[in-house]
């Protein structure tokens, strides 16, 4: 699976968008981005995941470039409960590509 | 609910003891993991096993074992042969390649 380079942490304040950049220059065509984290002190938790096209659901939005080399992940609207640390995997479709957790980005959320 | 279920939270175990911490799982999910954290790191993966009776090695397997006799189960054994037991413990579960994974809420494992 590609690695990842994330930048070790972040800061955002209360109500404004977070913007989390992901580096993947070696992702190969048949590889997902995904996104999951990780409150303190409890399991990950999925976020989104995506191929190619932009994708959004309830929590989030994720951009990947066009040359899929990168991408970010968008919280709108960030709140005290977002600060956590935030993991970008790539992984392929084929049986046996794990999740690799890397060390992701902590993200703190300030008032 | 459906969920993953992770016993118990918190673990303590002497020196030279075999330990066994518990995962349940009532999503019908074929493939189930166990991770282990460290302090200020990621997760790194201990076994996997993608269906019943059947299970690989991760990254780290050495010191730990499991076993997969019910689809809902997959208990992992903390060995006295692992070096430094000492961690946070994850399991996952998961339907398939694409959805990715569902965690349990973890065991706290510390060696007294």
């Known amino acids: 699976d590609a690695k990842t380079t994330q930048p070790p942490s972040m800061d955002c304040a209360e109500g404004r968008a977070a913007n989390l950049p992901c580096n993947h220059s070696t992702i190969s065509g048949n590889e997902y981005v995904y996104w999951y984290r990780q409150i303190h002190s409890q399991g990950p938790q999925y976020i989104i995941h995506?191929?190619?096209n932009n994708e959004t659901n309830e929590m989030a939005s994720l951009i990947i470039t066009e040359d899929r080399k990168s991408s970010t992940l968008i919280l709108p609207h960030a709140t005290l409960r977002d600060t956590a640390v935030y993991y970008c995997i790539v992984r392929g479709r084929n049986a046996g590509n794990m999740l690799t957790f890397g060390g992701g980005t902590r993200l703190m959320v300030k008032p | 609910d459906g969920g993953i279920t992770q016993s118990p939270k918190y673990l303590f175990r002497k020196e030279g003891q075999n330990v066994t911490l518990s995962c349940e799982q009532n999503?019908?999910?074929?493939?189930m993991y166990w991770y282990r954290q460290d302090p200020g790191q990621g997760l790194r993966l201990i076994y996997y096993?993608?269906?019943?009776?059947?299970?690989q090695k991760g990254d780290i397997a050495e010191g730990y074992s499991v076993s997969r006799e019910k689809k809902e189960s997959f208990p992992l054994t903390v060995t006295s042969a692992q070096k430094n037991p000492t961690a946070f413990y994850l399991c996952a579960s998961s339907i398939g390649q694409l959805y990715g994974y569902t965690f349990g809420s973890g065991t706290r494992l510390t060696v007294v």
């Open positions: 995506g191929l190619k």
């Open positions: 999503l019908n999910h074929d493939a």
């Open positions: 096993s993608q269906i019943v009776n059947d299970f």
